[in-house]
């Protein structure tokens, strides 16, 4: 089912939005350009709090070489958001099912921040809807070594306390109406930008109206109970395909060079891009991001998966 209008040649025009149905409820996503059989498609997915939308100065800049696709993941953007436990498991196995119900055949997964992290999961428990990945500022827990677990004993005591007030219906309640005010998305897209210009009016809306959405309050809450996931490194043990990670250098939310020297000790078979961007490098600097990916994908060996 198809609702919304179809873009045309400008970055700024409207994608087209389709409607797949998976567990009985609504999942938005979006296709642009059309099959390759010599190159995977490519299935972009956002982060937390953000939506296909995020993506369309990538979608646009690589249609025309690609099949790119883009997911909402549920909770997010215009897919549903019932009342139910989100996790990296819960994304983990939607995007498993989009790949092998929908595009068909193993794509390349490109996540930013927690799209990231549920992209190492499907590659790393569901080899054969991953032809490979590409990983921008991703999120996701590394092994903690002893000296480190000990150093961080008293952070984590603090944190389960912070999260044991925050998990109270009220706490949690007000703490979403803070965040989801346009002035509070502002000043916070403000911390994770290098360059201001690229925060627009127009992509504080996209991240604000999915938030006022009916259930919006009860996924926030819910994310804040989910149980740690797999560690990345034990994701990484598990994969075996090729990963490209582009790194916004000045994200104010994660150390890019010692998560990058943590990448490259537990996975040999990479590339990786040091980009003059924040947290969002895909959405900040998307020439820079779509020429390295676009010749990342036309220069990698994938391996002949079979369709689904």
Request: contains cysteine; negative net charge.
């Amino acid at each position: 089912m198809t609702v919304g209008v179809s873009d045309n040649t400008s970055a700024d025009a409207p994608l087209t939005n389709n409607t797949w149905y998976w567990r009985e409820q609504a999942v938005n996503y979006v296709k642009e350009g059309g099959p390759h059989p010599d190159r995977p498609p490519l299935l972009l997915i956002h982060g937390f709090g953000a939506s296909t939308d995020h993506w369309r100065k990538n979608i646009v800049g690589l249609r025309s070489e690609f099949e790119v696709w883009a997911i909402d993941m549920m909770g997010f953007g215009r897919s549903a958001k019932p009342n139910w436990e989100y996790s990296g498991a819960l994304w983990q196995a939607q995007i498993h099912d989009f790949v092998t119900e929908v595009i068909g055949r193993p794509a390349v997964l490109a996540g930013n921040s927690l799209g990231g992290y549920a992209a190492l999961c499907v590659a790393a428990n569901h080899p054969e809807s991953a032809a490979g990945v590409v990983l921008l500022n991703s999120a996701g827990p590394f092994a903690e070594t002893n000296d480190e677990a000990q150093e961080g004993s008293f952070r984590s005591a603090v944190t389960k306390a912070v999260q044991g007030v925050m998990l109270q219906p009220l706490p949690s309640w007000m703490l979403f109406q803070y965040v989801r005010q346009r002035s509070t998305i502002r000043r916070t897209l403000e911390q994770v930008y290098v360059d201001k210009s690229a925060i627009t009016e127009r992509l504080i809306d996209e991240i604000s109206r999915p938030a006022n959405d009916p259930g919006a309050v009860q996924v926030f809450a819910s994310v804040f109970k989910a149980p740690r996931g797999e560690t990345v490194s034990s994701l990484l043990a598990k994969m075996n395909c090729p990963l490209l990670l582009l790194w916004g250098e000045y994200d104010p939310w994660m150390n890019s060079r010692l998560r990058s020297a943590q990448f490259r000790q537990h996975y040999t078979h990479l590339k990786e891009h040091f980009l003059h961007a924040g947290h969002c490098p895909h959405d900040e600097v998307p020439d820079q991001v779509n020429a390295l990916m676009r010749d990342w994908l036309l220069n990698t060996e994938f391996a002949q998966l079979p369709s689904h």
